[in-house]
Nanobody
Framework: VQLQASGEGLVQTGGSLRLSCVAS????????MGWYRQAPERERELVAS???????KYSDSVKGRFTISRDNVKNTVHLEMNSLTPEDTSVYYC??????????????????????WGKGTQVTVSS
């Protein structure tokens, strides 16, 4: 299974950007999905997360500006970012708890939980 992110870009302060991340592979279902970010010389931090039941959580720094959503049919998670500031400049990573199908026969479905990460997506906000 893998996660593929898209939507990276360069925007001016106050601008908007939308990140998307799609999961692929032998997927039974997906649990929590989220977006993290890591700026140079800083630790990776959780930006937003969403459960399979659409319960969302945001870091205080993005609350009211960012919106996370998911499409369970398309195995996709989105991050709508508005009112961007230079402090939002970072590499953004999508993350998902993927229930991967490992095998199956007539009576048994074997699956395992995979903590999957996408490759980083650069978001740059100019002042």
């Amino acid at each position: 299974v893998q996660l593929q992110a898209s939507g990276e870009g360069l925007v001016q302060t106050g601008g908007s950007l939308r990140l998307s991340c799609v999961a692929s592979g032998r997927i039974l279902s997906i649990g929590d999905m989220g977006w993290y970010r890591q700026a140079p010389e800083r630790e990776r931090e959780l930006v937003a997360s969403i459960t399979s039941g659409d319960v969302t959580k945001y870091s205080d720094s993005v609350k009211g500006r960012f919106t996370i959503s998911r499409d369970n049919v398309k195995n996709t998670v989105h991050l709508e970012m508005n009112s961007l500031t230079p402090e939002d400049t970072s590499v953004y990573y999508c993350n998902a708890d993927i229930h991967r199908i490992d095998g199956e026969d007539d009576v048994t479905l074997r699956w395992s939980s995979v903590d999957a990460w996408g490759k980083g997506t650069q978001v740059t906000v100019s002042s």
